[in-house]
């Protein structure tokens, strides 16, 4: 098919002249195919200036600006001339849309950076799933693609900033379309495997079998789908082009620690597709979820011990089951609409014991999760060592003012798995609540290790509430491990703890004090970055590091920054800190340019004790009314006044541990009880009896955190 081109050239630079690639805006008007660019602000984090069709619209070409400008980062060279690099797409954060009527070749010009590259998909990367068109060699500074489908595209930077000094689009414009439709099948990893053609009205049949497909081990082929992840049958007329999905889910299995949630007010869910579910007399209604016919049922099967909670349009229902594994019949009503079904295998079902605690079996992540649901105000939560794996949970919120206490930090671990990557998709946690306190466990989000299925923005915790405490915690992920997202008011206080990561692995607003906290960098082709505040301008004090540790790797010894500044005033101030790996000689690096940072240090030193003293920002594009990096004393940034506060929170005494007295038991007081590390019981003091004798016991404090053991 002959198609006459129109080539349309999009120049991100400070200063455009659209004569000067022989395109003017009458040119640029009279193109008939309908497209669309649009910049996104999903995170407001490198494109927070960019509104809809600020690239193009009515004929027109607008220059980015503010924080997508990126000046200092190369040269590319289009048609013969050097143009400045001047968009920055971030990692995962930051995509262009752009929308096209007909099939159309775009090419990029970039700057070359090893293992950086973009991404084009047919879907959001950020927001659902994760199959892609295409993927541009990160070595290759002018890169063509040909998208034979119209449709919506994604743009996506991976392995980094990817700066673009412009691309090109060439698509026909003489309104003619494909002969016949097309249909193309991704591969369950997202990978085109092939297309086919068939005539208009011809009814569907699959090209590939399931022997065709990658699927990996313990999952299974659950389909084909579009692009609304709906079921396409054999048989359907094929009236346009299509695009099917290979779909493929893990293998449910009912055992002890296994969680479900069936997502029923879905047009997307199908009973077939789940091993432990069966609907009968049923069918989907709306997005109020499945209507039920009289004897209509859902049945579950679970390993045991079970909660099952009947999510409808009214209130839900909650059953608990203690017996053998079964089969769960249930029979909704029918006036009433199934929204959901949440089904939680657990070794035993939690129940307050008489110290006040809620006692989850060791290693039960459905009991942890289903806890967590349920947990009222002043709840104690309590983990022996043992790995409480959430599966591919996200976002699991803790939405109460609780207490969650581990037996010890390196033998807790809770820890998901997720599918993708990104900040508001891949938490572990998520604190809501205010006056929440943690103490003695690790919290893993698992994009970080190599078993992981995803990699980028991996959040340990993401934490929106006011006071919340850590002690003794280990917080594991990659980029923004810890991320502070409360109000400008929040205030934290960490303890004790140990957080990792490698680039902004603390972000986030806020006055959080970090008291004696190891920071350790792990393995990063790029240099590694702590902190990336995003302070409010009413945020006095932001992130207070006091004598706080700094190591990681080898292959990072000079090799990281303290921070770099996220968005609005950021505030990061270090005091008494100790560097047993070398930073880099700045000290600081930039993300975005014109911000007035708050960067402080004091008394900066080496594991030798040599003094740091030559950090600074110049030329880092941050306003000429920042802050002076070095302070004369730390009067300032006192303890007493950015925790305490107005109100005199004092989370220093909350986190205080108690050292148990055996000659002096308080009969009141509540004790944990180990037998050479394994965990006993939680008892009160009263309850103690010659039986625990030579066994150790460690004393509460009043959040539930338990101090240092000594022998009974």
């Given at each position: 098919m002959q198609h006459r081109l129109a080539i349309l050239t999009v120049m991100l630079c400070a200063l455009i002249h659209v004569s000067a690639w022989g395109v003017t805006a009458d040119d640029l008007t009279t193109i008939s195919r309908s497209y669309t660019f649009t910049a996104d602000e999903y995170t407001d984090n490198g494109t927070s200036e960019w509104i809809a069709h600020t690239l193009y619209a009515d004929g027109r070409i607008f220059t980015p600006t503010g924080n997508t400008v990126a000046q200092s980062k190369g040269r590319s060279v289009i048609h013969g001339q050097s143009h400045l690099n001047c968009l920055r797409l971030k990692n995962v954060q930051n995509r262009l849309v752009f929308r096209v009527a007909d099939t159309c070749t775009i090419t990029f010009y970039t700057e070359i950076r090893e293992e950086r590259g973009v991404i084009v998909s047919k879907h959001d990367r950020t927001r659902t799933s994760d199959p892609y068109y295409a993927m541009q060699p990160a070595n290759s500074p002018v890169w063509s693609i040909h998208l034979d489908e119209a449709g919506t595209y994604y743009l996506s930077g991976y392995g980094g900033d990817?700066?673009?000094?412009?691309?090109?689009?060439?698509?026909?414009?003489?309104?003619?379309?494909?002969?016949?439709?097309?249909?193309?099948?991704?591969?369950?990893?997202?990978?085109?495997?092939?297309?086919?053609?068939?005539?208009?009205?011809?009814?569907?049949?699959?090209?590939?079998?399931?022997?065709?497909?990658?699927?990996?081990?313990?999952q299974v082929f659950r389909g084909w789908r579009n692009g609304d992840e709906r079921k396409v049958a054999e048989g359907t007329p094929v009236t346009d082009d299509i695009s099917l999905f290979a779909k493929a889910t893990d293998i449910e299995v009912a055992a002890v620690g296994n969680y479900f949630c069936y997502d029923m007010a879905k047009d997307n869910f199908y009973p077939e597709d789940h091993e432990l579910l069966t609907v009968s007399g049923g069918t989907y209604h709306s997005n109020l979820g499945w209507s039920f016919n009289n004897g209509g049922s859902i049945a579950v099967q679970v390993a045991g011990c079970a909660v099952v909670i009947i999510m409808t349009d009214g209130e839900p229902t909650t059953y608990r089951y203690e017996g053998a594994a079964t089969t769960l019949t249930f029979n909704p009503k029918q006036e009433e609409y199934v929204r959901g079904v949440k089904v939680y295998n657990v070794a035993t079902i939690p129940a307050k014991n008489d110290a006040g605690y809620y006692v989850i079996s060791a290693g039960d992540g459905a009991a942890l999760l289903l806890m967590l649901e349920t947990a009222q105000d002043g709840d104690k939560i309590f983990l022996p060592d043992g790995t409480y794996d959430l599966g591919h949970e996200t976002l699991t919120p803790i939405h109460a003012s609780i207490s969650l206490i581990g037996q010890s930090m390196d033998g807790v671990l809770i820890v998901n798995h997720p599918i993708y990557s990104g900040m508001n998709c891949a938490e572990t946690l998520v604190l809501q609540a205010d006056n929440i306190y943690v103490q003695d466990l690790s919290i893993r989000c698992d994009v970080s290790y190599p078993t992981s299925l995803a990699h980028g923005v991996g959040i340990a915790v993401q934490v929106q509430g006011d006071?919340?405490?850590?002690?003794?915690?280990?917080?594991?992920?990659?980029?923004?491990?810890?991320?502070?997202?409360?109000?400008?008011?929040?205030?934290?206080?960490?303890?004790?703890?140990?957080?990792?990561?490698?680039?902004?692995?603390?972000?986030?607003?806020?006055?959080?004090?970090?008291?004696?906290?190891?920071?350790?960098?792990?393995?990063?082709?790029?240099?590694?970055?702590?902190?990336?505040?995003?302070?409010?301008?009413?945020?006095?004090?932001?992130?207070?590091f006091n004598r706080c540790t700094i190591d990681g790797v080898a292959g990072q010894t000079g090799r990281w920054h303290l921070g770099r500044g996220w968005k609005h005033s950021p505030a990061g101030t270090w005091l008494n800190t100790t560097c047993k790996l070398p930073p880099s000689p700045q000290g600081y690096t930039h993300m975005n340019a014109g911000l007035k940072v708050r960067f402080h240090e004091f008394n900066t030193r080496m594991a030798d004790d040599t003094m740091i003293t030559g950090h600074n920002i110049i030329g880092l594009h941050y306003a000429a009314d920042s802050d002076p990096i070095y302070l004369d004393n730390a009067g300032i940034y006192t303890y007493a006044n950015v925790v305490k506060g107005a109100d005199k929170w004092d989370a220093a005494a909350l986190a205080a541990q108690v050292k148990a007295n055996p000659a002096a038991i308080d009969a009141e007081a509540t004790y944990l009880v180990e037998d050479n590390g394994a965990f006993v019981a939680i008892l009160k003091g009263a309850q103690l009896t010659a039986e625990h004798k030579s066994k150790t016991i460690r004393q509460a404090n009043g959040r539930g955190g338990f101090g240092e053991g000594t022998k009974y």
């Open positions: 990817y700066f673009i000094a412009g691309f090109s689009i060439v698509l026909p414009d003489d309104g003619s379309v494909p002969d016949k439709p097309v249909v193309r099948y991704f591969d369950a990893n997202g990978k085109l495997l092939g297309r086919d053609t068939a005539e208009t009205g011809a009814a569907l049949t699959y090209r590939y079998a399931v022997s065709d497909l990658t699927i990996p081990a313990g006071k919340c405490i850590f002690k003794h915690v280990s917080l594991q992920g990659n980029q923004d491990t810890y991320y502070s997202n409360g109000s400008a008011t929040q205030r934290g206080y960490i303890e004790d703890c140990r957080i990792e990561g490698t680039v902004d692995y603390i972000c986030g607003g806020g006055d959080i004090w970090f008291e004696n906290v190891l920071l350790y960098n792990n393995a990063r082709k790029n240099d590694d970055v702590i902190i990336a505040p995003a302070t409010k301008a009413a945020t006095r004090y932001g992130y207070v």
